[in-house]
C-alpha cells in the first residue's frame, strides 16, 4: 500500500456530464475490494470525444428500442402501424434484444436511465399469455437478467462486484430500516384480504424499487452515472409536461369539465394530482441545477426544462403541489445563497412578508387552501374525514394494517373490493347524525390521502417506523454530504452540491404534499422517492463523506487517500 495525495480536477468539455469514467486506480482499488474515501471524484484520463458520442449513441439507441418493444402491439395506445399489431407479437422481440445486447455493453447507461420508463405503469403491456407488465418492470427485469447473465459469464471478474462488506458500507444505517420495510411489506400479504392485489402491489413498488436500488448501488459508479440519473428523472417530469400542455392546447375538449368549472390535465395519468405528485420529484432537481455554479450551457439547458413543467404544474391546478413546489424552491434558494448572513437576512424577510401577506389576504388564503369543491363538500374538508377513517382502522389494526392495496376491502361499499358488511368510511359526522362528509360520493378513493397514514394502514407500526427512519437517515446524510462538498471548495464540489441540493427540495417537495396526498406507495412514486435515496448514498460514496464524524477534526480540501498498488 502506499499513500498518495488526491487533488479534486474538473474537466469541462462534456456540458452535460461533466464527469467521465473513473480513473483505472479507482477500478483497481474496487477490484480488490478497498475504494478509499473521495477517490471517486478523481479525474484521470483527458476526456475522450470519440468515447462521449458512443455513449450518447447507446443512450439513443437504448430508448428507440425499448420505446418500440413497448408500443408495438400495446393496445392501450393508438398508434397507426404499432399498436394494432397482434400482442404479444414476435415483430416486437427484436428490439428487446437489441437493448439487451446494448444493455450488455453499457449497462450503466441502461440502469440510469430507467426514470424515463416511470410514468406509463397503468399503460400496461402484454407480455406472454395474460401476463401484463408495465414498462418499468420490463426495462428493470431485462438489466437484472443481462446482469445476472454478466455475473455468470465473469463472476469475480464481473466490474460491478460488490462483496457483501462493500455493499454494506454502500447502505450504511439505512440497511436495518431498509429490511424491516421489506419484512414487513411481506408479512402484510399474508394478513391481506385480497392476497393477489397485496402480492401486485409488493412486486410493484417494494420488491422492483429495492432490486433497482440494490443495482444501481453495484453499477453507478462515477459522478456521470449520477448525473446521468437525475437528467433522466427531470427529463420524465419535462416529457409528461410537454404532453400536458399539449393535451390542453391541442386536446382541451377531450379533458373533464369539472364541477368547479376548471379543466385539469392528466396525459398517461388517470389524474391531474398524478403529474403534479411527478414534479414534485422532478422539477426541484432542475431548479437546483439552474442555480448551481456551473457552466452557462448546462443552467440554459436547466432553464429550458424548467419552463414546461412550471407550465404544466399550472395546468395540473393541485393546490398541494402549489405549496409543495415553492416551500422545496426555497428550501433550495436559500442554501444556494452565498454565505449565512445573507441567509438570516433573507429568511426576517421573507417572515415578515409572509406575516403581512396572512393577515392582509387572510380570507382568501383560507379558501385557497379548502382546494376545489366536489358536489358541496371541498377536497380539504373530505381528506379530514379520510384521515379519520384511516385512524379508525389503525386503532383496529395497529402493529400490522391491512395489508398493501387492500384499503379498498375495508374503507366502502364498493364493486373493486366488496368484502365485508361492515366499513370503515366516515359518510356523515357526527356519527348517525351529522351532515353529509362526501365521501358517498367517491367510495373508490384509492388510499387516504396521507403518506404517513397509508404506510400505517398498509404494513403496520414497523413499516411506518422503518419509513421514519428512513427519512431520518436522508436528512442526517444530506446535511453530512453538503458539509463535506463545502470544505472541498472545488468544481468538482459544485456539481455534487447541486445535486444533493436538488434531491433534498424534491424530497421535501414529496413530502409536503404527501401530507394530503399519496406521494410514495404508488408505482412511478415510490420508484422516485428511492431514488433521492439511491442519488444520496452514491454522492455520499463519492465525496468519501464519513457515516460518522470521526472527533473534531474538520475535512481537508484534500484528503490522504490510501491506493493498493500492483
Not at 416486437?92 to 437493448?99: D, E, G, Q, R, V
Not at 438570516?344 to 387572510?362: D, N, R
Not at 376545489?372 to 381528506?383: D, F
Request: proline share 5%; hydrophobic share 55%.
Amino acid at each position: 500500500m502506499c499513500s498518495v495525495k488526491a487533488v479534486y480536477v474538473m474537466s469541462s468539455q462534456d456540458t452535460l456530464f461533466p464527469s467521465h469514467d473513473p480513473l483505472r486506480t479507482q477500478q483497481t482499488a474496487e477490484t480488490n475490494g478497498r475504494m478509499p474515501a473521495g477517490v471517486a471524484l478523481l479525474e484521470g484520463e483527458p476526456h475522450n470525444r470519440p468515447l462521449f458520442w458512443h455513449n450518447r449513441l447507446f443512450e439513443f439507441g437504448m430508448f428507440v428500442s425499448m420505446a418500440l418493444y413497448y408500443f408495438i402491439g400495446n393496445k392501450n395506445y393508438h398508434i397507426p402501424l404499432l399498436s394494432h399489431l397482434p400482442a404479444p407479437t414476435l415483430l416486437a422481440l427484436p428490439f428487446l434484444l437489441i437493448f439487451m445486447v446494448l444493455c450488455w455493453y453499457r449497462l450503466p447507461i441502461a440502469v440510469a436511465l430507467l426514470p424515463l420508463t416511470l410514468p406509463y405503469y397503468l399503460l400496461q403491456k402484454n407480455v406472454f399469455s395474460h401476463y401484463d407488465f408495465s414498462l418499468v418492470e420490463i426495462m428493470l427485469w431485462t438489466c437484472l437478467a443481462v446482469a445476472a447473465a454478466q455475473l455468470v459469464v465473469k463472476r469475480r471478474n464481473w466490474p460491478y462486484w460488490l462483496s457483501w462488506s462493500e455493499l454494506r458500507d454502500r447502505l450504511g444505517p439505512f440497511a436495518l430500516p431498509l429490511l424491516v420495510f421489506v419484512v414487513m411489506a411481506a408479512f402484510s400479504i399474508v394478513i391481506a384480504y385480497a392476497h393477489t392485489t397485496a402480492l401486485r402491489a409488493f412486486r410493484e413498488e417494494v420488491l422492483g424499487p429495492m432490486l433497482y436500488l440494490l443495482l444501481a448501488l453495484a453499477c453507478l459508479r462515477s459522478r456521470q452515472d449520477v448525473t446521468r440519473l437525475l437528467v433522466a428523472l427531470v427529463g420524465t417530469g419535462f416529457i409528461i409536461a410537454v404532453a400536458g400542455i399539449v393535451q390542453y392546447v391541442f386536446f382541451k375538449h377531450t379533458l373533464v369539465l369539472e364541477s368547479d368549472g376548471i379543466r385539469r390535465i392528466h396525459t398517461v395519468y388517470g389524474s391531474a394530482n398524478s403529474i403534479a405528485l411527478l414534479l414534485d420529484y422532478t422539477l426541484p432537481i432542475a431548479f437546483a441545477w439552474l442555480l448551481a455554479k456551473v457552466q452557462w450551457q448546462q443552467r440554459l439547458f436547466a432553464l429550458l426544462l424548467c419552463i414546461p413543467m412550471l407550465g404544466a404544474l399550472y395546468l395540473t391546478q393541485s393546490h398541494g403541489a402549489w405549496i409543495a413546489i415553492p416551500i422545496a424552491l426555497l428550501f433550495i434558494a436559500a442554501f444556494s445563497l452565498p454565505n449565512r448572513k445573507t441567509l438570516l437576512i433573507s429568511g426576517i424577510v421573507l417572515f415578515i412578508v409572509l406575516a403581512i401577506a396572512l393577515f392582509a389576504f387572510h380570507t382568501r388564503i383560507f379558501v385557497f387552501f379548502e382546494g376545489h369543491t366536489n358536489g358541496h363538500v371541498s377536497t380539504l374538508t373530505k381528506r379530514i374525514y379520510l384521515w379519520e377513517t384511516a385512524w379508525h382502522m389503525i386503532q383496529d389494526r395497529p402493529w400490522f394494517g391491512f395489508g398493501m392495496d387492500n384499503w379498498l376491502c375495508y374503507y366502502s361499499l364498493n364493486n373493486i373490493c366488496n368484502a365485508h358488511q361492515f366499513h370503515y368510511w366516515v359518510v356523515s359526522y357526527p356519527p348517525h347524525t351529522g351532515i353529509d362528509t362526501g365521501l358517498r360520493e367517491e367510495p373508490t378513493l384509492s388510499h387516504p390521502h396521507n403518506i404517513f397514514l397509508q404506510i400505517w394502514v398498509s404494513m403496520g407500526i414497523f413499516g411506518l417506523l422503518a419509513f421514519i427512519a428512513v427519512l431520518a437517515l436522508f436528512g442526517r446524510l444530506l446535511v453530512r454530504v453538503l458539509a463535506r462538498v463545502r470544505v472541498l471548495m472545488s468544481a468538482q464540489g459544485e456539481h455534487i452540491r447541486w445535486m444533493a441540493l436538488g434531491v433534498g427540495g424534491a424530497m421535501l417537495a414529496a413530502l409536503v404534499q404527501g401530507m394530503g396526498d399519496s406521494s410514495f406507495l404508488e408505482q412511478d412514486l415510490v420508484f422516485c422517492f428511492w431514488m433521492l435515496v439511491l442519488t444520496l448514498l452514491l454522492l455520499r460514496w463519492l465525496t468519501g463523506t464519513r457515516w460518522r464524524r470521526r472527533g473534531k477534526t474538520a475535512w481537508t480540501e484534500v484528503d490522504t487517500l490510501e491506493v493498493p498498488t500492483t
